[in-house]
């Protein structure tokens, strides 16, 4: 009795490739003011993550959602990240890169909230700057933790801020301007 031995060929990259195919990647990108140093840096990392996308191989570019001149505090005045998140919904975005916690959202409840649903539909977020992904198990203690440091530092930027004009209006020297 004979056994018959059949040789199996490896696999080539290609074809592997081909079976697993792209995730689809997008970047968000938000600065909170419209002032020139802040728009500078809202181009900057709207270059930057175009380049960062295209870089890789095994992803397809799905966007670039943006909000200029938009608080971190509240997601419904963000156009563009409801975008985002709508597009997730509809299956057209496998991973989301991002900049910082603080770009994603200063409340940790709508930061939260955003994180939970889009990993329940299977979409990844990665935190450039924390190195954080929200597919390990950790990342949900984690992002919680600085989602909450991102919401205090916010509301210390507003308290100072709001100080500070109390005091110029007691001194007199806050310059009101007025547009015809």
């Known amino acids: 009795m004979t056994k018959k031995v059949t040789k199996i060929e490896p696999v080539r990259q290609k074809v592997m490739h081909e079976l697993r195919p792209k995730k689809r990647v997008c970047a968000y990108c938000r600065v909170s003011t419209d002032s020139t140093k802040q728009h500078t840096s809202y181009v900057a990392q709207v270059e930057y993550y175009k380049s960062y ?23 419904k005045s963000r156009d563009e990240f409801i975008r985002m998140m709508k597009e997730c919904e509809n299956g057209n975005i496998d991973i989301i890169v991002t900049k910082s916690v603080t770009r994603f959202a200063r409340n940790t ?54 100080w500070g004009i109390q005091k110029r209006f007691r001194d007199g020297s806050y310059n009101l301007t007025c547009v015809a």
């Open 53 to 75: 996308i295209g870089k890789r191989e095994e992803w397809e570019f799905a966007g670039i959602f943006a909000d200029e001149a938009k608080s971190g505090t509240q997601v």
């Open 109 to 162: 409840i709508d930061s939260i909230e955003a994180i939970r649903k889009l990993k329940a539909l299977g979409v990844t977020i990665y935190f450039e700057k924390e190195n954080i992904n929200t597919m390990s198990e950790q990342s949900e203690q984690m992002l919680t933790i600085l989602s909450s440091i991102a919401q205090g530092e916010s509301e210390s930027i507003s308290t100072n801020n709001k």
